[in-house]
Protein backbone atom coordinates (compact mmCIF):
# COMPACT_ATOMS: atom_id res chain seq x y z
CA UNK A 1 0.00 0.00 0.00
CA UNK A 2 0.91 3.18 -0.95
CA UNK A 3 1.79 5.69 1.56
CA UNK A 4 -0.08 8.92 1.29
CA UNK A 5 2.25 11.75 2.84
CA UNK A 6 0.97 14.33 0.31
CA UNK A 7 -1.63 15.20 1.92
CA UNK A 8 0.13 16.69 4.67
CA UNK A 9 3.02 18.10 3.40
CA UNK A 10 4.17 19.52 6.66
CA UNK A 11 4.17 16.31 8.16
CA UNK A 12 7.70 14.69 7.79
CA UNK A 13 7.15 11.34 10.22
CA UNK A 14 7.84 9.24 7.03
CA UNK A 15 11.27 10.63 6.50
CA UNK A 16 14.33 9.19 8.00
CA UNK A 17 15.72 12.47 7.89
CA UNK A 18 12.86 13.58 10.44
CA UNK A 19 14.31 15.07 13.91
CA UNK A 20 11.66 14.13 15.90
CA UNK A 21 12.43 10.39 14.83
CA UNK A 22 15.86 10.89 15.02
CA UNK A 23 15.71 12.60 18.77
CA UNK A 24 13.20 9.53 19.82
CA UNK A 25 15.69 6.61 18.39
CA UNK A 26 17.57 8.03 21.49
CA UNK A 27 15.64 9.30 24.18
CA UNK A 28 12.04 7.65 22.94
CA UNK A 29 12.65 4.92 26.00
CA UNK A 30 12.69 5.18 29.56
CA UNK A 31 15.93 3.42 29.87
CA UNK A 32 18.03 4.85 27.45
CA UNK A 33 17.24 8.39 29.47
CA UNK A 34 17.50 6.58 32.84
CA UNK A 35 21.22 5.35 31.38
CA UNK A 36 22.57 8.90 29.65
CA UNK A 37 21.09 10.34 32.92
CA UNK A 38 23.45 8.51 35.36
CA UNK A 39 26.51 8.27 32.81
CA UNK A 40 26.08 12.58 32.72
CA UNK A 41 26.93 12.26 36.36
CA UNK A 42 30.01 10.48 35.32
CA UNK A 43 31.75 7.76 33.83
CA UNK A 44 30.53 4.62 35.44
CA UNK A 45 30.94 0.71 36.01
CA UNK A 46 28.36 -1.85 34.39
CA UNK A 47 27.69 -2.62 38.26
CA UNK A 48 26.99 1.06 38.77
CA UNK A 49 24.85 1.54 36.06
CA UNK A 50 22.65 -1.81 37.48
CA UNK A 51 22.41 -0.42 40.74
CA UNK A 52 21.84 3.15 40.05
CA UNK A 53 18.57 1.14 37.67
CA UNK A 54 17.80 -1.18 40.17
CA UNK A 55 14.48 -1.86 38.29
CA UNK A 56 15.87 -2.91 34.71
CA UNK A 57 16.21 -6.27 34.22
CA UNK A 58 19.84 -7.48 33.47
CA UNK A 59 19.18 -8.84 29.88
CA UNK A 60 17.41 -5.27 28.86
CA UNK A 61 20.21 -3.32 30.20
CA UNK A 62 22.91 -5.31 28.44
CA UNK A 63 20.82 -4.76 25.31
CA UNK A 64 20.10 -0.73 25.95
CA UNK A 65 23.53 -0.48 26.20
CA UNK A 66 24.46 -2.12 23.55
CA UNK A 67 22.00 -0.05 21.49
CA UNK A 68 23.52 3.18 22.86
CA UNK A 69 27.30 2.06 21.98
CA UNK A 70 26.09 2.00 18.21
CA UNK A 71 24.38 4.63 18.15
CA UNK A 72 27.64 6.44 19.20
CA UNK A 73 25.60 7.74 22.05
CA UNK A 74 27.87 5.88 24.65
CA UNK A 75 31.60 4.61 24.44
CA UNK A 76 32.34 1.36 26.54
CA UNK A 77 35.96 0.80 27.45
CA UNK A 78 37.36 -2.40 28.27
CA UNK A 79 40.29 -2.85 30.41
CA UNK A 80 42.71 -6.14 30.48
CA UNK A 81 41.83 -6.53 34.38
CA UNK A 82 41.48 -9.35 36.13
CA UNK A 83 38.99 -9.15 37.47
CA UNK A 84 37.47 -7.54 33.87
CA UNK A 85 36.51 -4.04 33.92
CA UNK A 86 34.43 -2.63 31.66
CA UNK A 87 33.33 1.38 31.91
CA UNK A 88 30.40 3.35 30.29
CA UNK A 89 30.75 6.97 29.46
CA UNK A 90 28.71 9.66 27.17
CA UNK A 91 29.88 10.35 23.99
CA UNK A 92 29.72 14.01 22.94
CA UNK A 93 26.79 13.26 20.56
CA UNK A 94 25.15 12.05 23.98
CA UNK A 95 25.90 14.93 25.95
CA UNK A 96 24.05 16.36 23.40
CA UNK A 97 21.16 14.49 25.25
CA UNK A 98 21.49 16.17 28.81
CA UNK A 99 19.89 19.82 28.27
CA UNK A 100 17.08 18.19 26.56
CA UNK A 101 16.82 15.97 29.75
CA UNK A 102 16.43 18.97 31.79
CA UNK A 103 13.42 19.52 29.63
CA UNK A 104 12.02 16.86 30.18
CA UNK A 105 12.26 16.79 34.01
CA UNK A 106 10.83 20.17 33.85
CA UNK A 107 7.90 18.67 31.52
CA UNK A 108 7.40 16.05 34.24
CA UNK A 109 7.23 18.55 37.25
CA UNK A 110 4.54 20.44 35.34
CA UNK A 111 2.61 17.18 35.10
CA UNK A 112 2.84 16.62 38.70
CA UNK A 113 1.15 19.67 39.30
CA UNK A 114 -2.43 18.42 37.76
CA UNK A 115 -2.10 15.30 39.95
CA UNK B 1 14.20 -8.77 46.28
CA UNK B 2 14.48 -5.62 48.24
CA UNK B 3 16.06 -2.94 45.90
CA UNK B 4 19.04 -1.25 47.16
CA UNK B 5 17.99 2.80 46.27
CA UNK B 6 20.05 3.95 49.34
CA UNK B 7 23.37 3.42 47.36
CA UNK B 8 22.45 6.46 45.02
CA UNK B 9 20.57 8.41 47.00
CA UNK B 10 20.41 11.32 44.21
CA UNK B 11 18.70 8.44 42.00
CA UNK B 12 15.09 9.02 41.96
CA UNK B 13 13.81 6.50 39.35
CA UNK B 14 12.21 3.98 41.62
CA UNK B 15 10.13 6.84 42.79
CA UNK B 16 6.42 7.12 41.41
CA UNK B 17 7.16 10.95 41.98
CA UNK B 18 9.95 10.94 39.66
CA UNK B 19 9.27 13.79 36.75
CA UNK B 20 11.25 12.31 34.38
CA UNK B 21 9.16 9.02 34.64
CA UNK B 22 6.09 11.16 34.68
CA UNK B 23 7.30 12.77 31.28
CA UNK B 24 8.28 9.80 29.70
CA UNK B 25 4.44 8.31 30.37
CA UNK B 26 3.23 10.90 27.83
CA UNK B 27 6.20 11.50 25.46
CA UNK B 28 8.11 8.31 25.80
CA UNK B 29 6.66 6.08 22.85
CA UNK B 30 7.27 7.87 19.21
CA UNK B 31 3.56 7.26 18.66
CA UNK B 32 2.14 9.80 21.39
CA UNK B 33 4.56 11.86 20.44
CA UNK B 34 3.26 12.15 17.12
CA UNK B 35 -0.13 12.75 18.22
CA UNK B 36 0.44 15.59 20.36
CA UNK B 37 2.23 17.05 17.58
CA UNK B 38 -0.43 16.56 15.02
CA UNK B 39 -3.06 17.90 17.23
CA UNK B 40 -0.69 20.88 18.78
CA UNK B 41 -1.61 22.20 15.59
CA UNK B 42 -5.34 21.82 15.46
CA UNK B 43 -8.51 19.44 17.01
CA UNK B 44 -8.41 16.88 14.60
CA UNK B 45 -10.86 14.20 13.35
CA UNK B 46 -9.50 10.48 13.67
CA UNK B 47 -8.91 9.89 10.00
CA UNK B 48 -6.84 12.92 9.84
CA UNK B 49 -4.63 11.70 12.48
CA UNK B 50 -4.43 8.56 10.57
CA UNK B 51 -3.55 10.23 7.53
CA UNK B 52 -1.26 12.26 9.22
CA UNK B 53 0.73 9.75 11.23
CA UNK B 54 0.56 6.98 7.92
CA UNK B 55 2.55 3.90 9.29
CA UNK B 56 0.78 3.79 12.73
CA UNK B 57 -1.59 0.76 12.78
CA UNK B 58 -5.06 1.03 13.24
CA UNK B 59 -4.84 -1.08 16.50
CA UNK B 60 -1.66 0.65 17.58
CA UNK B 61 -3.51 4.34 17.11
CA UNK B 62 -6.31 3.36 18.68
CA UNK B 63 -4.77 2.38 21.99
CA UNK B 64 -2.34 5.39 21.65
CA UNK B 65 -5.30 7.54 21.40
CA UNK B 66 -7.20 5.46 24.67
CA UNK B 67 -3.95 6.29 26.63
CA UNK B 68 -3.48 9.69 26.14
CA UNK B 69 -7.39 10.33 27.01
CA UNK B 70 -7.09 8.26 30.19
CA UNK B 71 -4.16 10.37 31.26
CA UNK B 72 -5.97 14.08 30.18
CA UNK B 73 -3.77 14.82 27.83
CA UNK B 74 -6.14 14.57 24.99
CA UNK B 75 -9.95 14.97 24.78
CA UNK B 76 -12.01 12.85 22.62
CA UNK B 77 -15.75 14.74 21.97
CA UNK B 78 -18.20 12.27 19.56
CA UNK B 79 -21.24 14.04 17.89
CA UNK B 80 -24.41 12.62 17.47
CA UNK B 81 -24.29 12.46 14.01
CA UNK B 82 -24.79 10.11 11.09
CA UNK B 83 -21.82 9.07 9.84
CA UNK B 84 -20.29 9.50 13.25
CA UNK B 85 -17.73 12.34 14.11
CA UNK B 86 -15.37 11.99 16.12
CA UNK B 87 -12.75 14.80 17.48
CA UNK B 88 -9.38 14.90 19.42
CA UNK B 89 -7.47 17.76 21.25
CA UNK B 90 -5.21 18.51 23.12
CA UNK B 91 -6.43 19.44 26.75
CA UNK B 92 -4.66 22.21 28.89
CA UNK B 93 -2.52 19.24 30.16
CA UNK B 94 -1.13 18.05 26.72
CA UNK B 95 -0.43 21.41 25.57
CA UNK B 96 2.16 21.47 28.16
CA UNK B 97 4.17 19.09 26.07
CA UNK B 98 4.38 21.51 23.45
CA UNK B 99 7.53 23.06 24.52
CA UNK B 100 8.97 19.99 25.12
CA UNK B 101 8.01 19.08 21.09
CA UNK B 102 10.07 22.00 20.08
CA UNK B 103 13.35 21.19 22.63
CA UNK B 104 13.28 17.22 21.26
CA UNK B 105 12.94 18.85 17.22
CA UNK B 106 16.44 20.98 18.20
CA UNK B 107 17.93 18.05 19.45
CA UNK B 108 17.15 15.90 16.81
CA UNK B 109 18.59 18.58 14.54
CA UNK B 110 21.90 18.30 16.66
CA UNK B 111 21.80 14.62 16.55
CA UNK B 112 21.50 14.80 11.90
CA UNK B 113 24.33 16.79 12.39
CA UNK B 114 26.75 13.88 13.17
CA UNK B 115 25.52 11.64 10.57
Same mark, same amino acid.
Given at each position: ???????????????????????????????? %???????????????????????? &??????????? %?????????? &???????????????????? %??????????????????
Amino acid at each position: MKKNINQFPQNTLDEASCPVRKAMEIVGGKWR %LFIIQQLGKKTLRYGDIKRAIPDI &SEKMLIQELKC %LVEMDVIEKK &SFGEIPPRVEYKLTDKGKLA %LPLLKHITKFGQKLQMYQ
